[in-house]
């Protein structure tokens, strides 16, 4: 099958969605599907180099660093642009099914499709059809999941946002709630939408009627766990002596705040190494000062030097306390055999059963206890890391993945031929 990918992200230079993008384009590849790799990129940032013998065309989404201003035009005036450029190379290329990504890729390919006569894949990794921030959150900066996108709901998400300009922002709230009923009117134009977690198949289900009546499937990313593995094993310890281990964005979503608070609460006598950066690094360099707790900010590491330092830790904190929608990181996690504590949020539960391959917290001071389980009991460890591992290879190895994807496409197919 002849397959159009239209991706946001794609490696080398890429976090979590751009990886499982490939991961998808090398599986097909290597199942004999011809693929042809369209991606986004913005000014300041290089044309798409093409990465491990793909050849990425590249398509510019240029924007005005101006709120609102700026996400018009990655939004509205790129999706009729891009458009256009997928149906010419739809029919260049001979393009049987577009398979779209991501928020800025997802609507010009559904759209481009249907104008070519050909049948549409999305995958949703976060919440772009159904909040206009993709996050879902009401209060960024206390983790408050906003019950849906109405004015009013919008008219309380602005402050957090925009601080004490937040008033000169309310007439922006139309346009906000026109943006999210184009996106998913095109959204809900596609033959099928895969949503990576139950979690986001819920979301799209009960925040959008429209969204509603398309058919939702339920696959995960997939990760390369033979690979994962061979990456990691073999590698040398980073430092000598055992380690507590947090990978991810430092930002007060991701529960950074807690994560000193946490390793308190657990009487952790392991150094806490931390593998990322963002907002929230000196805040967290000075609660580990105060609290005279021995946390080491690594900074962002590449991708082998990640699973290094995922290889060799006794386990994974996990503080999280947005809406995950799927962490890849938890995937690659349990790929190594690492056990992990996390906050019970979004999809994480899809990844960790509880008790079976990790321990779900629902507070932060369960987090803590857990924790302190961890650290007190090699034997606990041992058991839900051998399970995660296995788990990994039965629900979230490529393998298992491309199954799914390669049933999906030959059921929109045949479906798209008969209507």
Request: proline letters at 7%; charged letters at 20%; one cysteine or more.
């Amino acid at each position: 099958m002849r397959i159009l990918i239209a991706t946001d992200a794609f490696p080398p230079a890429s976090g979590g969605s751009g990886w499982s993008t490939y991961e998808l384009a090398r599986g097909l590849r290597a199942r004999g599907h011809e693929i042809v790799l369209v991606q986004t990129y913005s000014e300041g940032s290089p044309v798409p180099p093409g990465y491990d013998g793909f050849d990425v065309i590249g398509f510019p989404a240029f924007a005005p660093p101006v709120p609102f201003v700026r996400n018009y035009f990655r939004n509205e005036r790129l999706y009729d642009r891009l458009s256009g450029f997928l149906r010419e190379r739809v029919r260049r290329e001979r393009i049987e099914l577009i398979h779209a990504q991501h928020v800025l890729t997802g609507p010009p390919a559904v759209r481009a499709a249907h104008a070519a006569g050909i049948p549409s894949v999305c995958t949703v990794r976060d919440y772009w059809p159904v909040c206009y921030w993709n996050d879902i959150l009401q209060d960024p900066h206390a983790g408050c999941i906003c019950p849906g996108c109405s004015a009013s709901a919008m008219t309380r998400c602005l402050p957090p946002r925009a601080g004490a300009a937040w008033p000169l922002t309310l007439p922006m709230i139309p346009y906000m709630r026109a943006n999210l009923r184009g996106k998913q009117r095109a959204l809900g134009a596609a033959d099928a939408i895969v949503a990576v977690s139950r979690q986001v198949a819920a979301d799209l289900r009960q925040r959008s009627p429209r969204l509603a009546r398309a058919r939702i499937e339920t696959i995960p990313n997939g990760v390369d766990v033979s690979g994962v593995r061979a990456d990691a094993h073999g590698s040398t310890r980073p430092i000598a002596e055992p380690y507590a281990l947090f990978v991810g964005k430092l930002a007060r979503n991701k529960g950074v705040d807690s994560l000193v608070g946490v390793a308190d609460r657990a009487a952790l006598d392991l150094p806490l190494v931390v593998v990322g950066d963002g907002p929230e690094r000196a805040a967290l360099a000075a609660s580990a000062g105060r609290a005279n707790r021995d946390v080491r900010l690594m900074g962002w590491l590449d991708r082998k030097e990640v699973f290094r330092w995922l290889h060799h830790a006794s386990f994974l904190i996990f503080p999280s306390n947005c809406p995950e929608t799927l962490s890849r990181v938890l995937i690659e996690a349990s790929a190594l055999s690492i056990p992990i504590a996390a906050m019970d949020t979004g999809g994480t539960s899809d990844i960790i059963v509880d008790e079976e391959t990790g321990l779900l917290s629902g507070s932060v001071t369960e987090l803590a206890f857990h924790v302190a389980r961890l650290a007190g009991d090699v034997a606990l460890r041992q058991r839900l890391g051998a399970a995660a591992g296995k788990r990994a290879e039965s629900h979230f190895d490529v393998p298992v993945v491309l199954n799914r994807m390669e049933q999906l496409y030959r059921d929109v197919t045949a479906r798209h031929r008969r209507n």
